[in-house]
């Protein structure tokens, strides 16, 4: 494993995340949301910045971005369907693609939903899945511009990745998911144990990701849902939770 994501609070409840890799030195951003508590981490980190990746458009993912090219110039690595709305550019991706990430790659994955050009990043030397909006811990994005059917196409195309996957997730949604997951699926015993361990976990003033796909698989209404049209009641009864 050369890979390794560190997740840093950023406004109330977002998470971006701090990628290393252990070959190259280099070191990436997931999402950045500010640039105060970015070029923190980043200084903490040796104090460089080789790249950004980004997931959608949203003010509460990019709005860091400007800082951090100033400072460090990384390449800024985005959807090109997208890049009308996404800060400029250094490498436009597509779906399949790989990002060249020190010794490791970052597939690209197309995950329209809550954005139109919505995608996510799995890095298979780490098992890391980088969803942004797409998917949380018991739980997955609103659906701003694209509808159920998109959603549900979009989380399906995670399922060859393995249970081990370490999903790191941009919100810390995960307290409120728990709660409208059982009412759902009051019955799951994993989800049950879920729920209280990230009450503990919030209790303490610890982040509740990353968290195992193979956890969210026993767990996530969302993804467990099996078809679009349970997908679509699901989201529905969320909205009004």
């Known amino acids: 494993m050369t890979v390794t994501a560190t997740p840093i609070p950023m406004l109330s409840d977002n998470y971006s995340w ?21 070029i923190a981490a980043i ?14 458009h949203h003010a509460d993912h990019v709005d860091g971005v400007p800082a951090l090219v100033a400072k ?3 390449q800024v690595v985005g959807n090109a369907a997208d890049a009308h709305r996404l800060p400029k550019l250094d490498v436009a991706v ?4 790989s990002v060249d990430f020190g010794a490791a790659k970052a597939r690209v994955i197309d995950t329209p939903g809550h954005t139109l050009g919505h995608i ?7 098992e890391i899945l980088l969803p942004g909006d797409t998917m949380f811990s018991m739980g997955c994005g609103r659906l ?3 509808t159920a059917e998109d959603m ?30 059982l009412t759902v699926d009051p019955d799951n015993e994993a989800l049950q144990e879920r729920a209280a361990a990230v009450t503990a976990l919030r209790s303490a003033g610890k982040p509740t990701l990353p968290v195992t796909l193979g956890q969210e698989r026993a767990t996530n209404p969302f993804l467990r849902a099996p078809d679009a049209e349970t997908f679509r009641k699901l989201r529905t009864a969320k909205d009004n939770f």
Do not use: Q, W
């Not at 080789?50 to 959608?56: R, S």
């Open 94 to 97: 597509h779906e399949g693609d």
């Open 120 to 126: 996510s990043y799995f890095i298979a030397d780490g």
């Open 43 to 56: 200084e903490a980190a040796g104090g460089k910045l080789d790249m950004i990746l980004l997931t959608h």
């Open 144 to 146: 701003f511009e694209g």
């Open 72 to 74: 460090y110039h990384p």
């Open 18 to 38: 701090l990628l290393k890799e252990s070959v190259s030195g280099k070191v990436a951003i997931v999402d950045p949301a500010e640039s105060e508590p970015a």
């Open 152 to 181: 549900f196409r979009s989380m399906a195309k995670y399922e060859d990745l393995p249970d081990s996957t370490l999903v790191c997730a941009g919100h810390e949604y995960t307290s409120s998911n728990a709660k409208f997951a």
